[in-house]
Nanobody, 124 residues
Framework: QAQPVESGGGLVQAGGSLRLSCAAS????????IGWFRRAPGKEREFVAV????????YYAGSVKGRFTISRDNAKDSVFLQMNNLKPEDTAVYYC?????????????????WGQGTQVTVSS
C-alpha cells in the first residue's frame, strides 16, 4: 500500500507558524489512527499528535499542547498539523504515520506506515 506523503515544512522564526499536510493514501475513511511524530537531531523519534481510530478523538504531547492542532479533511484524504508559536526546540523532521487498529498511540513502534518526513527549522 502507498505510504503517506508529508508537505509544508520549512524555515520559520521563533513565534511563527507552519502548517504541515499529510496525504493519507486512502486511510482517512477507514479504521486507522493517523498522527505525527518528529525526530530532532541526535534524539529519538517522539510522538507529537494523533487522531485515534474513531477519527474523532485527538491526543497531543505535552510539549505541543495548546500550540499545535491536528485536523483532518476526509474528502481530501488529508490530515494536517497546524503549528503556532513555534520554538527552536520544535526543530525536527516531522513524519506522518498510520496505524492499523489497535496498538499504543504514543509508540512509534506500533505504526505500520510512514512518510518520508518534512523538515521544520525554527530559528531563534
Amino acid at each position: 500500500q502507498a505510504q503517506p506523503v508529508e508537505s509544508g515544512g520549512g524555515l520559520v522564526q521563533a513565534g511563527g507558524s507552519l502548517r504541515l499536510s499529510c496525504a493519507a493514501s486512502g486511510r482517512t475513511n477507514s479504521n486507522y489512527a493517523i498522527g505525527w511524530f518528529r525526530r530532532a537531531p541526535g534524539k529519538e523519534r517522539e510522538f507529537v499528535a494523533v487522531f485515534g481510530w474513531s477519527g474523532i478523538h485527538t491526543y497531543y504531547a505535552g510539549s505541543v499542547k495548546g500550540r499545535f492542532t491536528i485536523s483532518r479533511d476526509n474528502a481530501k484524504d488529508s490530515v494536517f498539523l497546524q503549528m503556532n508559536n513555534l520554538k527552536p526546540e520544535d526543530t525536527a523532521v516531522y513524519y506522518c504515520a498510520v496505524q492499523k487498529c489497535c496498538g499504543q498511540l504514543y509508540s512509534s513502534h506500533e505504526y505500520d506506515y510512514w512518510g518520508q518526513g518534512t523538515q521544520v527549522t525554527v530559528s531563534s
